[in-house]
C-alpha cells in the first residue's frame, strides 16, 4: 500500500454552505495540490475549475436549482434552463396536468370547486417541480401567482406559510452549519476521531459515521455536513492512498468512503430531531393534521434510538462486506491526524463560542417545551449570539442564498399543502385510499407496511426529501390514520423514512448529489447500493423498531 499522507493545513474558508436541497458545486470541493501533505479537510476555492462531468449522468427527476448544480454536468443544466426562460417541453406537460384535473377530470361532490381548482394548481406545482420547466423557486412562485389571480386563495392566506416558524427555524439553522465550517469546529471534531479510530479502513469509516452522529444535533442540515466537513476529508484521505476520482483506483479506498459515509448519513439524521431539516417539518405538517408529539425532542430520540444506533454501527461493516476497499489498513493515520491537530493549535476563540452557543441551543430544543421556549425561539437566540460576538457576520447570512432561497419556494409549497388540507382535499384522498385498503381486507400492520413502502419509493422521483416531506407527507399521513394506523406511530415512521431514503439514487437529497459529485462512485453502483442498503434499513428498522415501538407503547 502506498504510504498514507494526510494534510495537517486547517483552513477556515467561508464557503457558500450547501443545505438539505441546496449543494456545493463541484468545482467548490476541487482539490489544492500540496507538494508534500494534503489536508484531512482541503482548502475549497470557488477560483478552481470544475471538475469532468461524469459520463451517463441521470438527470434529477425533482431538482431545486442547487441540486441540478451539484449534480448536473453543464453550468446550463444546473440552472435549470433559467437564463433562456422557461422549457417549453416541460412547461406544457406541467400545465396540462393540472388543466386535467381541473377541466376534464370529474370533481368529486364532496370536494368544493375553490378545492379542487387548487388542487389542480398545487399538481402543475408539483409536475414543474419534477420536468423542471423553470429552478424550483421561479416555478413555485408561479404557483402561488396562479393561486392569487384566480382567485382561488386572499392573498393572506397565499402567503401565510412565510410566518410559519417551522420554514425560518430551518432558515437558521442553516446559518448554523455555515457557523460549523467557518469556524473550522466541524473539521477538528471529525479529525479527533480519525485519530481515535482510523488505523485501517473500517476504523476510518466507523470514525467519520460516528462523528457526524455526534455534529448531527447542533449542525441541522444533512448537506453542509456532507460539502462542508467530511467530503473534503474523504478526498484527501482517498487521493493520499492513491484513490482517484473517475479512475480505476478509486476502488481503493474513496468508492467505499463514499458510499459509508453517504449511506451512514441518513441514520445520524433521523436519530435526532434536530439533525435535518425536513424533520421540523414533519412535525409541523402532522401537527396541522392533529398528531402532536409531546415533548418532541426527547420523545423523537427515543423512539429512534435504537433502531438508527443499530443499523449506523451495521452499515460501515455491511458496505465493508458488500462494496469492499482495496486498502484494508491505514496505521498512520492517527499519527498524522494527531499531527494535524497539534498544527491547528488549541481551539479558538469562535470554537469556544461555537460550541456553548450549539449547547444552549440543544438545550433549549430538548427542554423549551418546560421552560416555554419555542424551537425557533432558541434557533433565534443562538444565532443572535453568533452574530453579537463576531463568530457570523450579516454578510455570512445574506451570502447563504440557499437559506433565503429555502425560504421563498419551500413557503410556497408547504402553504399550497397546507391549505388542501384545509379545504378537505388531503381528508378526501386519505379516505379514497382507505377503502381500497378496506377493500383487501387489510389490517392496519399490512396497511401501515404498503403505506410506508410506497412513501419510501415514490422518492425515486424527487431529488429533494423537503419537496417530498411538503407534497406528501400529509396525505401520506391522512390516509395512515384513515387505515387505523396508531398516529404517532405513523407520524415518526413516515419522518424517518424522510431521512432513510436520501440515500437512494444520486439525485435523491443533496448530501447524494455533493458524494456523488465527488467522481468515485459509479451510476450502476449508485443505484445498487442504493436500493441494498435500504433494504438492509428497512430490515434493521422494521425487526428493531417493531419490539422497541412496543415497549414504548406506540401500539
Known amino acids: 500500500m502506498e504510504r498514507l499522507r494526510v494534510a495537517i493545513s486547517h483552513h477556515r474558508a467561508a464557503l457558500p454552505l450547501p443545505t438539505h436541497h441546496n449543494h456545493l458545486r463541484r468545482r467548490h470541493l476541487q482539490l489544492q495540490p500540496f507538494p508534500s501533505s494534503l489536508s484531512l479537510s482541503l482548502p475549497i476555492s470557488p477560483q478552481l475549475s470544475p471538475a469532468p462531468p461524469r459520463r451517463h449522468l441521470l438527470p434529477p427527476l425533482l431538482a431545486s436549482a442547487s441540486a441540478a448544480q451539484a449534480a448536473g454536468p453543464a453550468p446550463a443544466r444546473a440552472a435549470g434552463g433559467g437564463g433562456g426562460g422557461a422549457k417549453p417541453v416541460p412547461l406544457l406537460v406541467s400545465l396540462a396536468v393540472g388543466l386535467a384535473v381541473r377541466f376534464l377530470a370529474p370533481r368529486p361532490a364532496e370536494v368544493t370547486p375553490q378545492a379542487w381548482q387548487l388542487l389542480s394548481i398545487f399538481l402543475t406545482t408539483i409536475a414543474g417541480l419534477v420536468l423542471g420547466p423553470l429552478p424550483v423557486g421561479a416555478w413555485a412562485f408561479l404557483g402561488l401567482t396562479a393561486t392569487v389571480a384566480t382567485r382561488t386563495l386572499p392573498f393572506t392566506a397565499a402567503f401565510g406559510a412565510f410566518t410559519n416558524e417551522v420554514i425560518w427555524l430551518i432558515v437558521i439553522s442553516f446559518f448554523f452549519a455555515r457557523g460549523f465550517v467557518k469556524t473550522g469546529l466541524g473539521d477538528r471534531v471529525a479529525t479527533y476521531f480519525v485519530k481515535w479510530l482510523g488505523r485501517s479502513t473500517l476504523g476510518l469509516s466507523y470514525g467519520l459515521a460516528i462523528s457526524e452522529a455526534c455534529i448531527a444535533p447542533a449542525m441541522p442540515s444533512t448537506t453542509a455536513r456532507a460539502g462542508g466537513v467530511f467530503l473534503p476529508i474523504v478526498k484527501s484521505l482517498s487521493l493520499s492512498a492513491g484513490s482517484k476520482p473517475n479512475d480505476p483506483s478509486a476502488r481503493k479506498l474513496g468508492s467505499y468512503l463514499v458510499q459509508s459515509q453517504l449511506q451512514a448519513s441518513g441514520n445520524s439524521s433521523a436519530l435526532f430531531l434536530t439533525a435535518a431539516a425536513q424533520n421540523l417539518l414533519c412535525l409541523k405538517l402532522a401537527e396541522e393534521i392533529g398528531v402532536k408529539i409531546a415533548n418532541p425532542w426527547i420523545s423523537w430520540f427515543k423512539v429512534a434510538s435504537l433502531p438508527a444506533i443499530i443499523s449506523l454501527l451495521a452499515t ?240
Open 316 to 555: 460501515p461493516y455491511l458496505l465493508y462486506k458488500i462494496f469492499p476497499p482495496e486498502i484494508k489498513d491505514t496505521p498512520e493515520a492517527p499519527a498524522i491526524a494527531a499531527q494535524k491537530l497539534k498544527n491547528m493549535g488549541p481551539v479558538t476563540r469562535n470554537e469556544w463560542i461555537m460550541v456553548a452557543t450549539m449547547i444552549l441551543a440543544v438545550s433549549l430544543w430538548i427542554f423549551g417545551d418546560t421552560i416555554g421556549v419555542s424551537s425557533v425561539v432558541a434557533a433565534m437566540i443562538g444565532l443572535s449570539i453568533l452574530l453579537l460576538l463576531g463568530v457570523l457576520n450579516w454578510e455570512d447570512c445574506l451570502n447563504e442564498k440557499s437559506a433565503w432561497d429555502t425560504l421563498a419556494w419551500f413557503a410556497i409549497l408547504v402553504g399550497m399543502a397546507g391549505q388542501l388540507t384545509n379545504l378537505g382535499i388531503v381528508s378526501w384522498m386519505s379516505n379514497c385510499v382507505a377503502k381500497v385498503l378496506q377493500s383487501f381486507s387489510l389490517s392496519w400492520p399490512a396497511a401501515f407496511g404498503v403505506l410506508q413502502a410506497s412513501y419510501f419509493f415514490i422518492h425515486y422521483l424527487f431529488a429533494s426529501q423537503t419537496a417530498h416531506v411538503g407534497a406528501l407527507y400529509s396525505a401520506f399521513l391522512a390516509m395512515h390514520l384513515a387505515a387505523g394506523v396508531p398516529a404517532i406511530l405513523s407520524a415518526l415512521a413516515l419522518t424517518y423514512n424522510s431521512n432513510l431514503f436520501g440515500a437512494l439514487t444520486h439525485y435523491s437529497s443533496g448530501q447524494s448529489a455533493v458524494y456523488y459529485g465527488a467522481g468515485y462512485v459509479d451510476l450502476p453502483d449508485v443505484f445498487k447500493l442504493g436500493f441494498t442498503t435500504a433494504a438492509i434499513n428497512a430490515v434493521i428498522w422494521g425487526v428493531v423498531g417493531t419490539f422497541w415501538w412496543k415497549f414504548l407503547g406506540l401500539y
